[in-house]
């Protein structure tokens, strides 16, 4: 069996659902699974109202509401015309009405916790794939619709919880049976606690769903499809001359997209890593082109692609405590541990170590315990750009050409030779694009 994904740009209108059924059913014989996002920006639109509907603005968020509610409608109209159209007109209804309830409440109450947000959030998916089963019924396919809170266990980590692969494995083993000639729909993105809580994997987490479902049925193949030809040089809306990477391996895909690739969620390759199961990423738009394979390992050695992360944060520590000490790293990093702080890149001097977090971290009171240790700087607005390949530095000038294509951004940190297949900068928020162009130009044209 295989699993299908399809992000919301893929299932945003009638078109492109209708594309979406027809890549399904060329792959029917081989029991497919498809995990559907939300409609277009249906996502955003939730995350406004449930704010609006915090903040006191009620007719903001049933306006929000209204629209969620009329394009789902116009949608489903298009698509179903025969016998799915009042079951699938009743459906939808039931969801609206449950969600205005829980909006309305939150204008009541005038709060929205990370858990209500999430049982807000779910709408977006659910709605999305009752469509997607109804015009496929409606097309003659074998369709069973199965929600995704049935199948993925997780935490109470609300917003990005952490599936628990174990139990997720038993759920799915007596909730899906793929069939040959049959297709289940499901949604990608949410998931529920032990309790039957409602919980969500994080922003752009249906890619996750995928592949968590893929190694659960230890699948053939995952198949991302996106707006994309595939994981690309850098990112085709930034940078003009992207090409699509025909084969990368499953470490140099989480780089990119940990380092802000979009097109794949970060947490994606590590259900499939574990089972060796194949990924690939491919544009709903032109099934023929091949995309892109991520398997264990990559063609060739050479640079892969550029990515860039913002909204990052540089935090420096300055002390002369450091000078042939040992033990001042560790009592550094147990306070961010403390504070739950993650850090991404790190360097070193023998008087100072910088660290980037990200922006949105509640830097208050580490900071206060920081200044123990020594001279704290605290710098935002930064972005991380990265360069991701493979036996990076056996490419001879390799570290001259990323000089020289990176002046003249002033570089504020540079992780490299910690691994072979990332070189990662941390420059200024305005000069991202520059870099990410002149690297891409310099090292990655044809
Ligand atoms: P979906 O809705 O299908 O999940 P996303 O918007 O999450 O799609 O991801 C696809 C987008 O990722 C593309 O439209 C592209 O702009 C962006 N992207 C960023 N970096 C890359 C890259 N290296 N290769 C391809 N796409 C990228
Ligand atoms: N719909 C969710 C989001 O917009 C999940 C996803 O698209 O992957 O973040
Ligand atoms: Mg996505």
Redesign the pocket.
């Known amino acids: 069996m295989k699993v299908l994904k399809f992000?919301?740009s893929s299932v945003r209108d009638p078109q492109m659902i209708l594309r979406v059924i027809d890549i399904a059913r060329a792959c029917l014989n081989e029991a497919p699974v498809l995990v559907a996002?939300?409609m277009g920006?249906?996502?955003?639109a939730l995350q406004d109202a449930a704010e609006a509907a915090e903040t006191g603005e009620r007719d903001r968020a049933e306006q929000l509401i209204d629209r969620i509610d009329s394009d789902h409608v116009c949608t489903a109209k298009a698509l179903c015309t025969g016998t799915e159209r009042v079951p699938l007109m009743t459906a939808i209804a039931a969801l609206t009405a449950e969600l205005r309830s829980l909006i309305h409440g939150i204008t009541l109450i005038r709060e929205c916790s990370p858990r209500s947000k999430d049982a807000v959030?779910s709408f977006?998916?659910r709605l999305s794939t009752t469509i997607v089963a109804s015009a496929a019924r409606e097309r003659g396919l074998d369709t069973t619709l199965v929600d995704a809170r049935t199948l993925i266990r997780t935490d109470a980590s609300f917003a990005a919880a952490t599936p628990d692969m174990t139990a997720t494995a038993e759920l799915v083993s007596v909730g899906l049976d793929p069939q040959p000639g049959s297709l289940i729909v499901t949604q990608?993105?949410i998931a529920s606690t032990a309790d039957g809580v409602t919980t969500?994997?994080?922003?752009?987490?249906?890619?996750f769903?995928a592949t968590i479902l893929g190694a659960a049925l230890g699948a053939k193949a995952v198949e991302i499809w996106t707006d994309v030809d595939g994981i690309m040089t850098a990112d085709p809306r930034v940078i003009d001359g992207a090409r699509t990477i025909p084969a990368i391996s499953y470490d140099e895909a989480a780089e990119l997209a940990y380092f802000g690739a979009k097109v794949v969620?970060p947490y994606t390759i590590l259900p499939a890593v574990r089972r060796e199961i194949p990924v690939w990423v491919k544009n709903t738009s032109r099934p023929e082109s091949p995309g892109t394979r991520i398997t264990g390992r990559s063609d060739s050695a050479g640079i892969r692609a550029v990515a860039s992360k913002s909204g990052i944060t540089l935090v420096t520590i300055r002390s002369s405590r450091m000078l042939n000490a040992y033990g001042f790293l560790q009592a550094l990093f147990a306070i961010f541990d403390r504070h739950k702080v993650s850090v991404d890149l790190v360097a070193t001097s023998e008087v100072s170590v910088s660290m980037t977090v990200d922006q949105s971290t509640e830097l208050g009171p580490l900071e206060r315990e920081l200044q123990e240790l020594g001279r704290v700087e605290i710098e935002s607005g930064k972005s991380i750009v990265c360069l991701v390949g493979r036996d990076l530095f056996q490419r001879s000038g390799f570290v001259s050409e990323v000089f020289a294509a990176v002046d003249p951004a002033h570089v504020r940190l540079i992780s490299l030779g910690s691994s072979e297949i990332n070189l990662s900068l941390v420059v200024d928020e305005a000069e991202t694009e520059g870099v990410l162009r002149r690297l891409h130009e310099k090292l990655l044209a044809p």
């Open positions: 992000g919301g996002s939300a920006k249906t996502t955003d959030l977006g998916e990608g993105f969500t994997l994080g922003r752009g987490g249906s890619d769903t969620h």
